[in-house]
Structure formats: C-alpha cells, structure tokens
C-alpha cells in the first residue's frame, strides 16, 4: 500500500466521503477506485460480496490448502497489558493445517484481536489459501472488518490497515462472529503468547 492509498483510507475511516477522501490524498479518483476495488475491505464489501463456498477438502497439491477456515482470538492480561495472538486454522472439513501463538509486546485485547486475524490470515496465504473464513469472538473486530462497523478508534486504525493489505492478495475472505465457547482453543492459544515472552514464541503444531 503506498502512502497517498493509506492517507486516502484514513480520510475515510475519518468520514469524508470518497470524492473528498480522494483530494485529501491527492490520488486520482480512477486509481482509488481500483485501490477499492482490489482491497473489498475498505470498501464495507467484504462478507457480503464473497461467500465461502461448499466445504471441500481445501487441499491442493503437494499440502497446498487453498481454502480453510481460520478460527483467531487475542489476549490482554491487564488491557492494556502483555498480549498473545492465537489462533487455528483448518480445512472446511476440521482438519487441523497449523496452530498458531505469538507474544506481542504490551498492547490492548482489541489490538491482540486484529493481530489475530492478520498473522492467521497470513499465514494461510503463505500455505496457498485462497479463499477464507475467519471465526472469531470480537463482534466488533469482525463488524469492523465485514463494513458494517466504522473503524472510529484511531489506535485501531493501523491493525485494521495491516490486516486489510492482505486482503487484495485472497480470492474470497468471510468474517464470522462466534460464541466465545466454540473458540476455546483459539482462546487458550493467544493466552499461552500472552504469558510468553517474544524469545519463547513458536508454532505449537505445524501440520505438513
């Protein structure tokens, strides 16, 4: 994301509309249109405009997934306080790709939460993900991140743009809010990087 497409993104989350955003930024109306259009995110479309399709198996060749679902939760001992990020990410079917957890540093559980969201989704790309789902407890990271929730906190803005750059790079990306007792190991996860200093972070059970 270059600097004018971010600076038109934040006059956005700041309610200007799109024609006022674009003469903030000083980016050709044209070009933030394709920036919209290649990020669904920003534009309030994403979970709406994709579906996630007929569960398959999600594998392709040689381990590659193309499609899973991502279950993600984030954890703030004090809130502000030490945050983890955890998460497990699955075929359509339930079986388990990777697990993850990741220290990060003094920070707030809805921060943790957007963190969540974004190493998992990382992550999945760089097995071959193409298409995803993500199963998470934060109805308002999920609202935030579906369109139907302005971003209005601005310490969130950074952790909803950091997710929305991978957004582009996926064929179809849906937000699901979940009770809390059906993320239970995503939850058990991000406490365990929480207590975790960063030297002691790992990938608890990769799968080939």
Request: proline letters at 4%.
């Amino acid at each position: 994301m270059g600097r004018k497409e971010e600076a038109f993104v934040r006059a956005l989350l700041g309610g200007l509309t799109f024609g006022e955003a674009a003469r903030e930024a000083t980016l050709p109306e044209e070009r933030a249109r394709r920036f919209l259009e290649s990020v669904a995110g920003f534009a309030g479309t994403v979970g709406s405009v994709f579906e996630f399709g007929t569960p398959g198996s999600g594998r392709g060749e040689e381990g590659a997934v193309s499609e899973v679902v991502i279950h993600t939760d984030g954890a703030s001992l004090g809130n502000p306080g030490p945050s983890g990020a955890g998460g497990v990410i699955t075929t359509p079917t339930g079986e388990v790709v990777e697990e993850f957890h990741e220290h990060l540093g003094h920070t707030t559980n809805n921060v943790a939460e957007y963190e969540a969201v974004r190493i998992g989704i990382a992550r999945a790309i760089e097995r071959g993900a193409r298409r995803v789902l993500v199963r998470l407890d934060s109805e308002l990271v999920a609202k935030q991140l579906s369109g139907q929730y302005k971003v209005k906190d601005k310490k969130l803005v950074d952790a909803y743009l950091r997710v929305g750059e991978l957004l582009s790079r996926l064929d179809e990306v849906q937000f699901q809010t979940i009770p809390r007792e059906e993320n239970a190991r995503a939850d058990a996860l991000a406490k365990m990087g929480a207590r975790r200093g960063p030297e002691k972070t790992r990938r608890p059970s990769p799968a080939a």
